[in-house]
């Protein structure tokens, strides 16, 4: 199975900073990777797919890059509602595995 | 609008079963493929099963093989995942989610939008 491992498993910000997370596969995985947010309680969303196309009606803050086994998912200017838990997905190969999860909190 | 709702979900003993729901609608259920993903507060989430726009195909994590089957009905856009010889371990959300357009059952470049609210399943004695 690809090992997903996110960095930070959190973090502390203020609104309007600039937020990096990171998420590297245990082998290559192209750019099969996608991005989710979850807030508590509720179903993840998916923000982006592909490792940087940006699923339609999510704000253009949000920005992912990478390939292979390096990926980054980057929020400019942290707003109020981006405080919540990202996770990552390969879907390179069955199993399909995610991330630990980066939690994004207030400072 | 697309949307998932799932049900079934409860406190079962260990070794029971259990049959989870999820209702679909708003796109053509019958075009894509369908997952279950869990989620638990230790584990993280956790992809369980996919099966193929016609349920001809599934797929199963290794840790629910031979325990959950996996089923579809089109003509209800309903899913149904039948949990068997349930463990402590099996406890989590359970959430339903769309996956590719396509017949097949390729994991290459399968998204998960939407998921469905999620339904607690407790395995406890």
């Known amino acids: 199975d690809i090992q997903m491992t996110q960095s930070p498993s959190s973090l502390s910000a203020s609104v309007g900073d600039r937020v990096t997370i990171t998420c590297r596969p245990s082998q290559s995985i192209s750019n099969y990777l996608n991005w989710y947010q979850q807030k508590p309680g509720r179903a993840p969303k998916l923000l982006i797919y592909a490792a940087s196309s940006l699923k339609g009606g999510v704000p253009s803050r949000f920005s992912g890059s990478g390939s292979g086994t390096d990926f980054t998912l980057t929020i400019t200017s942290l707003q109020p509602e981006d405080f919540a838990t990202y996770y990552c997905?390969?879907?390179?190969?069955?199993?399909?595995?995610f991330g630990g999860g980066t939690k994004v909190e207030i400072k | 609008q697309v949307q998932l709702v799932e049900s079934g979900g409860g406190v079962v003993q260990p070794g029971r079963s259990l049959r989870l729901s999820c209702a679909a609608s708003g796109f053509a259920f019958n075009s894509y493929a369908m997952h279950w993903v869990r989620q638990t507060p230790g584990t993280g989430l956790e992809w369980v099963a996919v099966i193929s726009s016609d349920g001809t195909n599934t797929y199963y994590a290794d840790s629910v093989k031979g325990r959950f089957t996996f089923s579809r009905d089109n003509s209800k856009n309903t899913l149904h995942l039948q949990m068997n010889s349930l463990k402590a371990e099996d406890t989590a959300v359970y959430y339903c989610a769309r996956g590719l357009r396509a017949t097949h059952i390729s994991a290459a470049g399968t998204v998960f939008d939407p998921w469905g609210q999620g339904t607690l399943v407790t395995v406890s004695s």
């Open positions: 997905q390969q879907s390179y190969i069955t199993p399909l595995t």
